[in-house]
Each structure stands twice: as structure tokens, then as C-alpha cells.
């Protein structure tokens, strides 16, 4: 019962996707083939909060709940990122979900998107077997 507050924030982040429609298989398809920006200035604003929320922390050097450090490691741009992303995008215009809408899309009632849960689940064990072999 204690960690509640997370299925509550689940719900209500789930809200916010259904109401803005960025679970809507059609607005993502839209996005792929350039036909609306509904999809980017979503995705835009967020790249925006993030960065500057990044900023912040490293400029005020704000520490977590327990007094922690926040370490914000960089990463390098490589050749196993470059096809992580092309495989994550080529599946998110195929089910109209990455990771987070999913379970948002399965709450409304669009049952498809159990086969995408399925294939996340499977891709994610998949990568824990193999990723010793991939390029990082």
C-alpha cells in the first residue's frame, strides 16, 4: 500500500496520454508519413523540458530524496545506438506504441496493443540474452 503514489502517477500519466491523444495509433501514423506536427510538438516540448530540467539539476546541483548526488552520464553516439533506434522506430510506426502508451492503449480498450506489450516483454529478454554480443 505504500507505494500507491506510483499507480496513481501511473494513472494519471496515463490520463495525459489518452487526453493528448499520443496514444492514437493514427496520430502516430500521421507523424511517420509528415501528415500533421501533432506528434512532434508533443515529442518537441518534451526534449525541451528535458534538457532544461538537466540544466538545472547540474546547475543548482540538486540531490536526490536521500541527499544523493544526481550523476548525469553522457553517452556516445555508436553504431549499436544508431540500430537500436532504427528497430525502435520502425516498431513504434508498426504498433503505434513505444514503451509508455502501451499500457495506456490497453486501459482504452485497443487490444492490439497486447501483441505489442507481448513483443516489447520478448524484445526486452531477447536483448538481456544477446546483449554481451551487440555493439555498445
Known amino acids: 500500500m505504500k507505494d500507491i503514489k506510483y499507480i496513481l502517477f501511473g494513472i494519471a500519466f496515463g490520463i495525459i496520454l489518452t487526453k493528448a491523444e499520443v496514444i492514437s495509433w493514427f496520430r502516430i501514423h500521421n507523424m511517420f508519413l509528415f501528415k500533421e506536427a501533432h506528434m512532434y510538438l508533443i515529442i518537441g516540448s518534451a526534449i525541451a523540458t528535458a534538457a532544461l530540467s538537466v540544466l538545472l539539476i547540474k546547475y543548482f546541483k540538486v540531490k536526490t530524496l536521500d541527499k544523493k548526488e544526481i550523476v548525469i552520464n553522457s553517452k556516445a553516439l555508436n553504431k549499436g545506438t544508431v540500430i537500436g533506434g532504427v528497430m525502435f522506430g520502425i516498431g513504434w510506426a508498426m504498433t503505434g506504441a513505444c514503451a509508455g502508451p502501451i499500457f495506456a492503449q490497453i486501459g482504452v480498450g485497443e487490444w492490439a496493443a497486447i501483441s505489442t506489450l507481448i513483443g516489447a516483454v ?9 546483449k554481451n554480443r551487440l555493439p555498445h
Open 122 to 130: 520478448l524484445g526486452t529478454y531477447s536483448y538481456s540474452v544477446i
